[in-house]
Protein backbone atom coordinates (compact mmCIF):
# COMPACT_ATOMS: atom_id res chain seq x y z
CA UNK A 1 0.00 0.00 0.00
CA UNK A 2 1.11 3.58 -0.43
CA UNK A 3 0.05 6.51 1.37
CA UNK A 4 -0.20 10.05 0.69
CA UNK A 5 -0.07 13.06 2.27
CA UNK A 6 -1.10 16.54 0.57
CA UNK A 7 0.54 19.79 2.70
CA UNK A 8 0.76 23.48 1.58
CA UNK A 9 -2.51 24.21 0.79
CA UNK A 10 -4.20 27.50 2.10
CA UNK A 11 -5.74 31.57 1.44
CA UNK A 12 -4.49 33.30 -1.38
CA UNK A 13 -4.86 36.09 -2.75
CA UNK A 14 -5.04 36.60 -6.48
CA UNK A 15 -1.67 36.39 -8.17
CA UNK A 16 -0.45 34.85 -5.05
CA UNK A 17 1.78 31.30 -4.98
CA UNK A 18 1.35 28.11 -3.02
CA UNK A 19 3.43 25.38 -3.40
CA UNK A 20 1.80 21.90 -2.43
CA UNK A 21 3.61 19.18 -1.29
CA UNK A 22 2.92 15.61 -1.13
CA UNK A 23 4.40 13.46 0.91
CA UNK A 24 4.51 8.94 0.36
CA UNK A 25 4.89 6.49 2.56
CA UNK A 26 4.60 2.71 2.72
CA UNK A 27 5.83 1.22 -0.97
CA UNK A 28 8.38 3.23 -3.01
CA UNK A 29 7.01 5.43 -4.73
CA UNK A 30 10.16 6.47 -7.36
CA UNK A 31 8.96 4.06 -10.12
CA UNK A 32 5.44 5.80 -10.11
CA UNK A 33 3.68 8.15 -12.22
CA UNK A 34 2.53 10.71 -9.77
CA UNK A 35 0.03 13.36 -10.31
CA UNK A 36 -2.20 16.45 -9.17
CA UNK A 37 -5.52 16.48 -9.28
CA UNK A 38 -8.24 19.11 -8.09
CA UNK A 39 -11.93 19.08 -7.60
CA UNK A 40 -14.07 22.47 -7.24
CA UNK A 41 -17.64 22.66 -5.32
CA UNK A 42 -20.08 21.19 -7.84
CA UNK A 43 -17.21 20.23 -10.56
CA UNK A 44 -16.11 17.22 -11.92
CA UNK A 45 -12.18 15.88 -11.16
CA UNK A 46 -10.04 17.46 -13.09
CA UNK A 47 -6.05 16.10 -13.69
CA UNK A 48 -3.89 19.58 -13.35
CA UNK A 49 -0.58 17.82 -13.91
CA UNK A 50 1.27 14.31 -13.96
CA UNK A 51 4.81 13.08 -14.50
CA UNK A 52 6.48 9.85 -14.87
CA UNK A 53 9.27 8.06 -12.66
CA UNK A 54 11.67 10.14 -13.86
CA UNK A 55 10.29 13.13 -13.98
CA UNK A 56 9.42 13.35 -17.60
CA UNK A 57 6.07 12.50 -19.87
CA UNK A 58 4.65 16.05 -18.47
CA UNK A 59 1.24 16.91 -18.75
CA UNK A 60 -0.78 20.11 -17.55
CA UNK A 61 -4.17 20.73 -18.50
CA UNK A 62 -4.81 23.80 -20.34
CA UNK A 63 -6.06 25.81 -17.42
CA UNK A 64 -2.52 25.79 -15.81
CA UNK A 65 -0.04 25.78 -18.56
CA UNK A 66 2.46 28.46 -18.08
CA UNK A 67 1.11 29.19 -14.03
CA UNK A 68 1.89 25.42 -12.24
CA UNK A 69 5.00 23.01 -12.26
CA UNK A 70 4.87 19.83 -10.82
CA UNK A 71 8.19 18.37 -9.95
CA UNK A 72 9.56 15.21 -7.44
CA UNK A 73 12.19 13.85 -5.25
CA UNK A 74 12.39 10.70 -5.07
CA UNK A 75 15.14 10.22 -2.80
CA UNK A 76 12.58 11.95 -0.07
CA UNK A 77 9.40 10.66 -1.37
CA UNK A 78 7.65 13.46 -2.47
CA UNK A 79 6.58 15.00 -5.21
CA UNK A 80 5.04 19.53 -5.80
CA UNK A 81 3.23 21.44 -7.13
CA UNK A 82 4.30 24.62 -7.42
CA UNK A 83 1.62 26.97 -8.18
CA UNK A 84 1.74 31.12 -9.64
CA UNK A 85 -0.17 33.40 -10.69
CA UNK A 86 -3.06 32.11 -9.08
CA UNK A 87 -6.84 32.62 -10.25
CA UNK A 88 -10.17 32.63 -8.13
CA UNK A 89 -10.86 29.50 -10.83
CA UNK A 90 -8.20 27.39 -8.79
CA UNK A 91 -9.96 27.39 -6.05
CA UNK A 92 -10.59 23.31 -5.11
CA UNK A 93 -9.31 20.65 -3.43
CA UNK A 94 -6.19 19.49 -4.65
CA UNK A 95 -5.79 15.88 -4.49
CA UNK A 96 -1.88 13.73 -5.36
CA UNK A 97 -2.39 10.72 -7.22
CA UNK A 98 -0.08 7.55 -7.74
CA UNK A 99 0.04 4.70 -10.03
CA UNK A 100 2.59 2.48 -11.12
CA UNK A 101 1.50 2.29 -14.24
CA UNK A 102 3.22 5.07 -17.14
CA UNK A 103 0.88 8.13 -17.17
CA UNK A 104 0.13 7.26 -20.72
CA UNK A 105 -0.99 3.50 -20.24
CA UNK A 106 -3.33 4.97 -16.81
CA UNK A 107 -7.29 3.83 -17.72
CA UNK A 108 -9.80 4.42 -15.08
CA UNK A 109 -9.24 5.39 -11.78
CA UNK A 110 -5.49 6.18 -10.32
CA UNK A 111 -4.24 3.83 -7.79
CA UNK A 112 -3.73 5.74 -4.29
CA UNK A 113 -5.14 8.79 -3.11
CA UNK A 114 -4.82 11.61 -1.07
CA UNK A 115 -7.04 12.77 1.38
CA UNK A 116 -6.77 16.45 -0.52
CA UNK A 117 -5.73 19.65 0.96
CA UNK A 118 -8.25 23.15 0.04
CA UNK A 119 -6.51 26.05 -2.27
CA UNK A 120 -9.11 29.19 -1.91
CA UNK A 121 -7.89 31.82 -4.10
CA UNK A 122 -9.86 35.65 -3.41
CA UNK A 123 -10.01 37.93 -5.80
Known amino acids: QVQLVESGGGLVQAGGSLRLSCAASGRTVSAYSMGWFRQAPGKGRELVANNDWSGGSVYYADSVKGRFTISRDNAKHTVYLQMNSLKPEDTAVYYC????????????????WGQGTQVTVSS
Open 97 to 112: AADPRPPGSITGDWSY
